[in-house]
């Protein structure tokens, strides 16, 4: 029952910056821990970050770790990955989840609601 809307996407160069949004209908959201994967063509969709219920515990993937931030406002509502230093390699399909768990995050299997995903591209 949890609606999921990405936004954010779009052209960058490598080297900058963008920051992802992930919008949640429902105020149950507040209950769900949130994730972020991507899925380039022709490749499986893979973990990029996630972050606990209560926006205590974050994880990443070591491919965007201390370029990529994940966080959520106060209310829950939103939740957001910054992404600089960006490299063609990040050039797919980025999505935002949800899901009750509170074990491994990382696994796409764990996350009951996905967005639509937003296109982001990386030129050289």
């Known amino acids: 029952q949890v609606q999921l809307v990405e936004s954010g996407g779009g052209l960058v160069q490598a080297g900058g910056s963008l920051r992802l949004s992930c919008a949640a209908s429902e105020r149950t959201f507040s209950n769900y821990a949130a994730g972020w994967f991507r899925q380039a063509p022709g490749k499986e969709r893979e973990f990029v970050a996630a972050?606990?219920?209560?926006?205590?515990?974050?994880y990443y993937a070591d491919s965007v770790k201390g370029r990529f931030t994940i966080s959520r406002d106060g209310a829950k509502i939103w939740v957001y990955l910054q992404m600089n230093s960006l490299k063609p390699e990040d050039t797919a399909v980025y999505y935002c989840a949800a899901g009750r768990g509170y074990n491994d995050l990382p696994l796409a299997g764990k996350y009951d609601y996905w967005g639509q995903g937003t296109q982001v591209t990386v030129s050289s």
């Open positions: 972050i606990s219920r209560g926006g205590g515990l974050t």
